[in-house]
Each structure stands twice: as C-alpha cells, then as structure tokens.
C-alpha cells in the first residue's frame, strides 16, 4: 500500500504515458486498482486527460480467449514476434487465471527468447494474482485505455468459455478464440450459440497429428450460417505457436478485422458502446436491477452514455451519485 | 396469459402436489412463471403451504451438467428407467438451452421409448423456451421445490460450463458432469480450477472406441489432489447411453453421494444453504451490491437467512421491501 502523498499527478502521468513511458504505464495501472477515494478521484482525472483520438480511434484493442491448455501464452509470444518485426508496439492484460502469462515469470521468459530481452516496446501486465476471478472485470475497461493510450497492439486474455466474469468479446474490438486440438465441447459450445462466435478462430498445435485439421473443419462446420457480425467473414485457420507456423497469417487476420471495423465506421462507435457497457454493469453490479430502472432503464442509459462521449469515471461517478442521492441513511 | 380469477388457490395446489398429482405441479410451475402481483403473492402462499418435511429432508435433488453434444438428455431417458424400475418418481426440469429435452418432444419421445408411454410418474418441465438464458436462474430454485414436494428425484438439467446464469452446482444436493470422450475442454476447465468439481463424473459413450476411457482416465488425473468435498470421493466412470451400460452403477453413485450426505448431516443444510444463496443472489440482481451491504452484507444476511427456516418468498419479500423503503420516490 503506498503512503497518499505518493499517489502520482494524474495530468503528468497521461502525458508520459502517451510518450510510451513503461513506468508510466505501470504507475497508471497500479492507480486504477488502488480502491482508495483519492486514488479513485486521481484515476478519474487520470483517464480524462488521456487523449481521446487515442483510446477511441487509435490502437488494435484485440481479445484473445480459449480454454487452458489450448497454447494461448505460446501464442500470443508467437504475434507478439510478428507484431515488433512490424514495428507495432504491444501490451498485455492478461485475465486469465489458468495462464502461464498470470502465472508471472513464464511468458516474460518465451518473450525474451523470442524477441530479445531488452525491448521495451512489450508491456505485460497480469490481473490474475487476486484469485478467484472477483473483481477483475471492473478493472479491465480503464486498464485497456490505459494500454491504448500507449501501445500499437493490446491484447487482452482470458479463459472466455466459463470464466464467469469477464467477457472480453464485449470489451474488445476483435476477439480471437484459441482451440485446441480435439476440442470437442468449443465446437459445441459454439454449435449450440452458448459460445459467443469470436472474430477470428485458430486452432493451435497444427504440428500435432490430424487432429488440428479436423477441428478446424468441425469448428468451421459450427460457424454454419455466418454469424451476426454484419457482413464480417469469420476466419477459420490453425496455426502452431511452437513452430512457427501461422502466425503471418493470424496476424493479418486480425489486422484484416480491424480494417473492416475502420471501412465501416464500427471502431470509434464499438469502443464507446464497451464504456457504456463497462459503466452499466458496473452500476447493476452495484445497484442492481432496480438502480438501472431507476436512472431510466438499459436502453436509454446505453444511449445517452454512448451519446455523451465523456470520459467513464466521470460518467459512472455522475450516475453512482444521483443513485446514492435517492437513498435514506436509516 | 390466464385471467386473475384462474390463479389457483395455493393451499389446495399445495395439498394436491404433495399427492404427486401432476396436473397440480404443471399448474404450480404455471404460477411460479407468472409475474403480475397476485399470481407472486399466490406462489409465495403455495411454496409456504408444501410440506417442509418434504423440501428440506426428503427426495433428491440432482444437477446434470455438461457440454451439449455429451448426451445428457440420452442419459437421462437412461437413468429415468433406471429409476422407474427402482420405484422412484421423477421429475426433470430442464434449463439447457441446447438440449433436446429443452427443446421439447425429443425426450419426451426417447421417455415414451424407453420406460412406457403412460407413465405418470415422470414429470418433464422446460425452461429454456424463453431463450437467452435470460430471467431463468430466478425460477430454478422455487421450481425445483414445488417437484421435491412431488417426486422422489428431481433432476435439473443444464450445460454447465459457459452458461453464465445457471450455477445449478449451488442449486442442487448432488451434481454429475456429463462428458464426451475426447472432451479435452473439460478436463482442461477441471484441472485449472475454472470449472466446479461435481461429485459424479462420467464419460458418456463409452460404445465409440476407446475414447471414453482415455477421457476417463484424464478426468481422474485432473480430479488429484481430491476435491473440497469434506471427504466425498468423486467417483469417475463410463457410461453408454444407446447401449445402456453403466447406468445402474451410475444412479447407484448418485445414490451413494445422498446416503454420504445424510450420513454427515448435510442434506438439510445444504438445501437451506442453497435457498439463502438463492435469495441473495435474487436481491443482488434487484439491488446490486450496495443492496447487500445495505442489509447487513452477505455473511451475516447468509447466516441468518439459513437461521430463520422461512419459505423463500416469505424471506425475500421482507428482505425486499426493507430494502424499498429506504428509497425516495423523488
């Protein structure tokens, strides 16, 4: 627990951290998992001095889930590679309480041997340490902006399929799913609509066996008619993170998506209808059902939040207020 | 939608259910679906008037889980035999959006198949017609009560792993996870700790080659060190549902974990247990956080919930309308 004095300047720290300053980044992070009220104000500030053009036109916000095992730490080393042969600056959350990458010293050892021990262009920030899942959505939305304000690429990831409180397709711009081989219940899953369909699919360990070959033509069976995303063709590819396979390509992929965002005018607008989300649940985390219907209801509320493009601590504390205003102390 | 004059009178309903008279329990499930004041009001009388005896101490309560495509709804007919020629009554509430059962004629079908069609000792309701999971969770519990007060088993069915509404795992005196041989998903969520333990496992199809035991034999790896269940042994077997092999040792496992929980003195507590969460999480949903804090927060309102031994509505509602008066109109 740092002393109140220590907290930073919320103004000065935005500015670093648009110059790329790591320590910056990771100063900005530790203030938005500090619960106290005047960490909770200096936050505020903090992500209304982050410049809009950057967290809501800039940046590839890129969710990656999977179940574990399926080689998502190996693979998001492997992008990573590609990403800084691209000259793309890249950062990491890592939600994922089953992963290498939470787990702290594996992945940070994959990346140096993969690109070089000293670049300072990769930041890895891990939210698993809590345990227990509890909490952590609440923080990825802000931590995520903070990322976008700094670096090329984030990646975010997570467990997705039954990990109950992070749903990152709703946080990120592209979702890729990680399965692995011989998969069955994620082509169930998604068979069944239980699974929401991911922007990009990739089945890893391709060196291994048939098996990834078959899973991918199961899952792209699954993937049988096209799914919601607007004219948005769901890639289907394998790749292997060990030996290098596939990754040019699941790179452009994901690059593919975000330009198909970008040509048709989705990025701007999906961004802020995540903080309007973001900042909803937060609400009916805290109030309820009944405080939603109190400040006028799901779809109202969406609409003028995305509507009022202000930044979300300032938002969600405008909203949390009038609720609290409406409560006798006895 | 019924005219208000129709509602049933709660206490006769009450009188009829615990006759095992069907029609009685379709129209108490009728009641608990309905929303408008009076039919709430009548649901609350009825769930006051069954028999205690018969909620809290009788019967068996059993959460069937798994991915869809394991073949839970096959393995039901199965065990809904088994049961039968046992002399058992049985009702089946089924929530998985994906299942067959849910879906409607098909287990009716299999049912009729398997064990006669005229048989009028079980009981099938489906709740997922309501789609998107949405509002199902707050059903379960009461339903479940009205068929414990009807029928010897009482088996709630759901997918488990992925279905964010539904932790039929805190719901149900005994829970059976239901795989499919190579499922690699499951026993990758069991091993890292995403999925709950369940107290049966079993891998279903074990006709199809010699995947099920290889599955089998995973599971069991992912089941060391032994789970949290104060000393119950997780048993870990095949079954085959078409071929009708494993059935019997099966519902004798399901069987065995009832007599281990009476034997310890947890049947009763549980389920008061699982009403208190139930009630908690219904008020959370309605009052968020804040809600819970407002009244005393969760351990102490959890204890004196299970203290009190009131029927459910009778608790929720006071809880409900304490939490009301505390709001301005504005």
Known sequence: MQALHALPDPEALAESISHQDR?????????????????????ARLLAALPKQRLYRSGHLIGLTGPPGAGKSSLTAALVRVWRKRGLTVGILAVDPSSPISGGALLGDRLRMLSGSSDASVFIRSLACRGEFGGLSAEVWPMSLVMLAAFDMVLVETVGVGQKEIDVSKLTDTTCFVAQPASGDSVQFLKAGIMEVPHVLVVNKSDVGNAARKTLSELRASLQPPSHTEGWQVPALTASATVGTGIEALADSIEAHRTWLVEKGLLAPGRRRFQAEWIIKRLAEEFGRFGIETLGGRSTLLSSLVEAQRPPFEQYDALRHRLLARWHDD
């Open 23 to 43: 320590s910056a980044v990771a100063k900005a992070l530790n203030l938005l998992d500090d619960k106290r009220p005047e960490a909770r104000q200096r936050a």
